[in-house]
């Protein structure tokens, strides 16, 4: 950090002592002001601390584990803990995904041991997590909606999340997808074996198109001589990027050959323009 950020973030935290302080002297509307004005002035102290916010996050993450293993009120009480380092972590850095995901995940396990109904605070407060971390990535947290959405039967909801995961490549498998205790509202429901019939289709089609795209790939390989590729990737994603630096590769080969013929052409052409080609049917030959 550089001195004059140092002597930034002790000016607002002194700011921010006083304004406290003149809250707790004052009533009324002009002490909720002042307690509203302190509390963003010290959010700024905070902001940009990436080591720390990466540190909080972690330690939510493990108060998240730690508290599946853990049952009743000792459970909620790490749940609750976990949920702080989250909210710590995004008030640090406001676009840090990870915080919002988790933070998300904790609410909804929290409510889901609490057992209860989906109206409940405690999914309220997860949508908020989701929806930021929808906002930093999209898709990131698509399909968590669409749980709560389930949970709350939501058809409209639930159906446009479930889209826009599959769109954002973050829906899971779909036996997944139908075993999810959070779907079972929706599981016997026409328009959601519906939506993952057309994601088995879609699924398929991808891979006809990737065997096809493939074939044609190594026959071009092949018929080119490319050489010192290195081995295909097993993740679909990486996959995708290296069949298309094979494709612009072979692209780029086939057309120096092309271009290679055709100047050769000309050039043959243009000797037999210049009279440099040998005419075995020239009288004139000796």
């Known amino acids: 950090m550089s001195v004059f950020a140092s002597i930034s973030r002790g000016s607002r935290l002194k700011a921010a002592k006083k304004r406290i302080e003149e809250a707790r002297q004052t009533s009324g509307g002009k002490s909720g002001q002042l307690y509203k004005s302190a509390y963003e002035a010290l959010a700024k102290v905070v902001q940009g601390d990436t080591t720390t916010a990466d540190a909080l996050h972690h330690w939510g993450f493990g108060l998240l584990h730690e508290a599946r293993s853990l049952e009743g009120e000792q459970a909620k009480k790490i749940y609750i803990d976990a949920i702080d380092k989250f909210r710590f972590c995004l008030l640090m850095i406001p676009t840090h995904l990870g915080g919002a995901i988790d933070g998300g995940v904790a609410y909804m396990e929290l409510a889901r041991i609490a057992k209860v109904p989906a109206n409940d605070q405690r999914y309220d407060l997860a949508l908020e997590f989701f929806n930021k971390a929808e906002n930093i990535q999209k898709g990131s947290a698509s399909y968590n909606l669409a749980c709560i959405y389930a949970l709350r039967e939501s058809k ?106 055709r100047e050769a052409e000309e050039a043959r052409m243009h000797r037999r323009h210049r009279g440099d080609t040998f005419d075995y049917y020239a009288k004139d030959n000796n």
């Open 156 to 261: 409209d909801q639930c159906l446009m999340a479930l889209e826009q995961s599959r769109e954002y490549g973050s829906l899971p498998d779909e036996q997944e997808v139908m075993a999810d205790p959070d779907m079972a509202a929706f599981r016997d429901a026409t328009w959601f074996q519906e939506f993952l019939g057309s994601v088995e289709v879609a699924k398929m089609e991808l891979a006809e198109n990737e065997r096809r795209t493939r074939r044609g790939l190594r026959e071009g390989v092949e018929e080119i001589k490319l050489e010192g590729l290195p081995p295909r990737p097993t993740d679909s994603t990486l996959k995708r990027h290296f069949d298309q630096m094979v494709k612009a590769e072979l692209e780029n080969l086939t057309g120096t050959k092309d271009r290679e013929k």
